[in-house]
Structure formats: C-alpha cells, structure tokens
T-cell receptor, first 113, second 114 residues
Framework: DAGVTQSPTHLIKTRGQQVTLRCSPK?????VSWYQQALGQGPQFIFQ???????QRGNFPDRFSGHQFPNYSSELNVNALLLGDSALYLC????????????FGPGTRLTVT | DAKTTQPPSMDCAEGRAANLPCNHS???????VYWYRQIHSQGPQYIIH???NNETNEMASLIITEDRKSSTLILPHATLRDTAVYYC???????????????FGTGTRLTVIP
C-alpha cells in the first residue's frame, strides 16, 4: 500500500501565477482533505472532498479551489498567487468523510516569489 | 479556532517516559481527544484518540481526566525518533456528520535527548 502520495514535492511560482497540486489517497479511502501549513504553524484546514463534491471549507478565499475525480484522487488549485501562499500543502485521506483517522501525505512545498 | 492549550516545548531523556499535557477545558460531551505528531518535513501522523476512558495502543497511552478538561499523552520509552511536534486536537464524535476536519494548534515540540 503506497499510502497517500502528493505531487510535486516542491514547486516555485511567481506572484500572480496559478498552481495545481495533486493528491492520491490511500487505497480504500474515499475522502480527501487539504491543509495549508505555514512555517512554524500547525496545519490549517482548507477544504474537504467526498463523492466528488466540496463538503466543508475552512476560512480560505475563493482563489483556492479543488476537484475530486471518480478514482478519489484530488487536485488543489490556487489562482492569483500571493507571497503569503508560500507554505507546505498537505493532503489527508480517510474513509467516510473523515469520521475516521486521517492519513497525511508528505506534502508539497510551494514557494511564491 | 484551536480548542486546546499545550506547552510550546518539552525535553525528554532517551529511554524515559515522555508525558505531554493538553488542556481542553471547553470540550463538549461529544468531542473526542485526538493526538497527532509531525516529524520534521513529514505529514502529521495519527497516534491515538479517546473519549473519556484511558486508551493504549502500540505507540502511546492516553490518559483523560475524569472531568475531561485535560489529558496526557504518554510515550512510555521515548527514542530519538520520537522527536517531533505533537498536536492535541478535539473534534466531534466519529458518529456525527458535520465539522469533522482537524483543527491544529501550534502543538508541543518534543525533543528527545540522548
């Protein structure tokens, strides 16, 4: 079992650009949640996808959007990047809308210059 | 918003028990206490969770006070690989729908010293 995988591992973008991050959940999991972790802070919840729909959303602007595919994998899109979007982006997968333990991937480190 | 309070850092000698405290004085009756840890440059890892009874698994023990306003995570024999940031989180019962995302605070940075 490969666990939760994320790609790419590192990414450098310029302010104003758009970025897409990808996540493959652990085998058997149907729910994907995305978190943003700024340096020195705990992860902050962005949103959660279940049955290809956004089910919950944290306090993040509409520049952050996502998608879940029929195979349960997910994408996180961020438009009009700001310097403050520089962070580690974590994907977590679980069963049953996250009612069970969440398993985290290694994250994608995004740097906006 | 985080509903827990943890000390920012702790040290523990290798081989000794590490006791990590957490205050959650506003915990509701249907909220569980979860512990995750994050080793440097990795994603958070689930450790253990409990409602009101003490729990033990292969990684750790969780002791919850009778009034449920605080808890302690115990790593019985700390090793250097246990050096990490430990997060205490309260969340609604796994039996309920709704807000089931995880609210992380800043956690406790545990350093295991040789």
């Amino acid at each position: 079992d490969a666990g939760v995988t994320q790609s790419p591992t590192h990414l450098i973008k310029t302010r104003g650009q758009q970025v897409t991050l990808r996540c493959s959940p652990k085998s058997g999991h149907d729910t994907v949640s995305w978190y943003q972790q700024a340096l020195g802070q705990g992860p902050q919840f962005i949103f959660q996808y279940y049955e290809e729909e956004e089910r919950q959303r944290g306090n993040f602007p509409d520049r952050f959007s996502g998608h879940q595919f029929p195979n349960y994998s997910s994408e996180l899109n961020v438009n009009a990047l700001l310097l403050g979007d520089s962070a580690l982006y974590l994907c977590a997968s679980s069963m049953d809308r996250g009612l069970h333990e969440q398993y985290f991937g290694p994250g994608t480190r995004l740097t906006v210059t | 918003d985080a509903k827990t309070t943890q000390p920012p850092s702790m040290d523990c000698a290798e081989g000794r028990a590490a006791n990590l405290p957490c205050n959650h004085s506003t915990i509701s009756g249907n909220e569980y206490v979860y512990w995750y840890r994050q080793i440097h440059s990795q994603g958070p890892q689930y450790i253990i969770h409990g409602l009101k009874n003490n729990e033990t698994n292969e990684m750790a023990s969780l002791i919850i006070t009778e009034d449920r306003k605080s808890s302690t995570l115990i790593l019985p024999h700390a090793t250097l690989r246990d050096t990490a940031v430990y997060y205490c989180i309260v969340r609604v019962s796994p039996d309920q729908t709704g807000a089931n995302n995880l609210f992380f605070g800043t956690g406790t940075r545990l350093t295991v010293i040789p």
